[in-house]
């Protein structure tokens, strides 16, 4: 199966910064990238997902860049707060999404009050 | 709308037992989807049904992993014998169409001794 990588695997912001989280995918037949966020006993909860024909995406204080041609895309979030705290995970799926995801390792956020 | 259930939330049990865990969409939702989650790891996509029929399960360790949804609803994932390297978090996850984003349940978190 062909990756997903993502870095950084932990990540600490202070409250109100900007924390970045980076994605690099191999499968060109990806068509779907989206973004989970997982607290500590929780499963996954979609944040928020792009489609390759845009470069990005805003939803409130989450953005995702997307770079079709260096395969690579990233999850900005705008002024972190606490409860940002929790595990990030990117993934990617073909079909439009109708396929199985392909996810990252995920990385693990903490916003300092 | 209700959101993805499974049961149970935990299980503990002896390596070479079997063990079942059962999966309930949201209403309506025709494909569905098991994931393993290793700790430290992002979701692996072990098996995809659309409606009662299997999409993909090229993941699917077919020697001791098996899962089904007779009525194209419930879903249940059955593993025997297990393994210690079995030991992970079972997620369930369910989409409307294909393109439509997928709702994970909290999963089983199966620990084995």
């Known amino acids: 199966q062909q990756q997903v990588k993502q870095s950084p695997q932990s990540l600490i912001v202070q409250k109100g910064g900007i924390s970045i989280i980076n994605c690099a995918y191999e499968?060109?037949?990806?068509?779907?990238f989206p973004w989970y966020q997982q607290f500590p006993g929780k499963g996954p909860a979609l944040l928020i997902a792009?489609?390759?024909?845009?470069s990005e995406k805003k939803e409130g204080r989450f953005t995702i860049s997307f770079n079709k041609s260096a395969k690579q895309f990233s999850l900005h979030i705008m002024d972190s707060q606490p409860g940002d705290s929790a595990t990030y995970f990117c993934?990617?799926?073909?079909?439009?999404?109708?396929?199985?995801?392909?996810f990252g390792k995920g990385t693990h956020l903490i916003i300092q009050p | 709308e209700a959101g993805v259930a499974q049961s149970p939330r935990y299980k503990i049990i002896e390596k070479r037992q079997s063990v079942a865990f059962w999966c309930n969409p949201i209403?309506?939702?025709?494909?569905l989807y098991w994931y393993q989650q290793i700790l430290g790891q992002g979701p692996k996509l072990l098996i995809q049904?659309?409606?009662?029929?299997?999409?993909?399960d090229s993941q699917l360790p077919k020697d001791r992993f098996s899962a089904e949804r007779l009525k194209g609803v419930d879903s249940t994932l059955k593993i025997q014998p297990a393994k210690l390297e079995d030991s992970a978090v079972y997620l369930c996850?369910?989409?409307?169409?294909?393109?439509?984003?997928?709702?994970f349940g909290d999963g089983t978190r199966l620990s084995i001794l």
């Open positions: 993934a990617g799926g073909s079909g439009g999404g109708a396929d199985g995801l392909t």
């Open positions: 209403s309506g939702h025709a494909t």
């Open positions: 499968n060109t037949a990806f068509d779907y």
């Open positions: 996850a369910s989409s409307s169409t294909g393109t439509q984003p997928q709702h």
């Open positions: 049904f659309q409606n009662n029929g299997v999409v993909d």
């Open positions: 792009i489609r390759p024909d845009v």
